[in-house]
């Protein structure tokens, strides 16, 4: 409990300086910081000593892996795939990279990331920025992950909707061997009628070819890759349907809930509220919980779900847990904690299990619908 204290009071007395602060400037002297001082010889185990834990409880097996925790590191933090494994070093029981495209691009002209602190959330609207996918190939090949990685792909913006296809095959195909698991981002609101490819018709196309470019790899010798596919919250009951319908056609191998949201209900800040792009945090929390128990009760239990969306306390993840996530990601929620979260998540956790009489994470899953 020191420990957590001191992470604790240790962000409790950066996060002023770095607030004060571009968002996104902040956040590349982050990643840059890091990058930086995890080339130092003992860094990473020094890090590793004051904010690692593990429990026994909490380990759980998903898509034929055995994840430490089932806490991970959603998509965006790491676009480039240059500190992943300080992030592993942190504590997280898996962390995903991205989104990655073919080719590099700029993304959205800035500002593009709004903080509202009155509502703990995030504004965003990057546009895919990143440099590409062979600068993060070549990454993730001179820095072996310590942990179990994932890798999220999505289309660049100059690629027309029509040929989108293409570009996720491109961009499958080269990080095949280099991920854990596999993710298709379909869901982010800030690439023009990225959110098109959710639909029946173009979904069925797109997960199909994909589909089929895993069979071509495994006949290679290659070894099957879970893909997962990543969503909206902002779906009809309509589109869920299809999804399911889809889910079971393919016998997918997992779904991500959710992306950021287009909504703005009750939000208490008034200066960002109408800017454009997606919402994270806590305003998003009991809408992708609620999309979670639906796809939960929709898809069964034998299908994972990784739920996301306005987690800063093990409470928040637990509710995800006991809705139907055999994981969870948080994002927003590091960036007005620390990285402390985590270390306080599994914590709390341990102690709801506790509560309820579970020996296990994995006998929580779903609770809510048994």
């Known amino acids: 409990m020191n420990r957590f204290l001191s992470q604790v009071s240790l962000y ?6 770095l607030f004060s602060q571009d968002p996104e400037t902040v956040h590349e002297k982050v990643i840059t910081a890091l990058e930086k001082s995890f080339q130092i010889p003992g860094v990473h185990g020094l890090i590793e000593s004051f904010f690692g834990f593990e429990h026994p409880e909490l380990q759980i097996e998903i898509f034929g892996k055995t994840f430490p925790n089932p806490i991970g590191l959603a998509a965006g ?17 898996f962390v995903e990279i ?3 495209t073919p080719l590099p691009q700029p993304g959205n ?13 995030l504004i965003n609207r990057l546009g895919f920025n990143n440099q590409g996918v062979e600068a993060l190939i070549h990454r993730v090949e001179q820095n072996p992950p310590s942990g179990i990685l994932g890798i999220n792909i999505g289309k660049n913006k100059s690629t027309p909707i029509e040929a989108a296809n293409n570009d996720y ?7 095949y061997d280099h991920a854990g698991y596999i993710v298709i981002n379909v869901s982010s609101p800030n690439t023009e009628k990225l959110r098109a490819l959710q639909e029946k018709d173009a979904l069925h196309s797109l997960m199909g070819q994909l589909l089929q470019i895993r069979k071509d790899l495994i006949r290679q010798g290659k070894p099957k890759k879970t893909i997962l596919l990543k969503i909206a919250p902002d779906l009809t009951d309509e589109t869920l349907e299809d999804i399911r319908s889809i889910f079971q056609e393919f016998a997918l191998d997992g779904i991500i809930a959710c992306n950021t949201t ?5 939000l208490k800040n008034s200066k960002f509220a109408h800017e454009q792009g997606g919402l994270s945090g806590v305003p998003l929390r009991e809408r992708s919980t609620q999309l979670i128990g639906k796809l939960y009760q929709k898809l069964g239990p034998s299908l994972p779900i990784i739920g996301v969306g ?48 579970f020996s296990h994470i994995s006998e929580a899953v779903g609770a809510d619908f048994r």
């Open 12 to 17: 409790r007395f950066i996060r002023p300086i």
């Open 77 to 93: 933090f790491d676009k480039n795939g240059k500190v992943f494994n300080p992030m592993f070093s942190i504590g997280f029981g």
């Open 98 to 100: 991205g989104t990655v």
């Open 109 to 121: 002209p800035a500002p593009r990331i709004f903080r509202l602190p009155e509502d703990q959330a």
């Open 169 to 175: 095959t491109v961009a499958l195909e080269k990080i």
């Open 262 to 266: 287009l909504s703005r209900d009750r």
């Open 310 to 357: 306005g987690i800063f306390t093990g409470g928040d993840a637990y509710q995800k847990i006991k809705a139907g996530a055999s994981l969870v990601q948080i994002y927003t929620g590091m960036i007005y904690q620390g990285p402390a979260i985590v270390y306080k998540i599994k914590n709390e956790l341990l102690r709801l299990l506790k509560r309820d009489g």
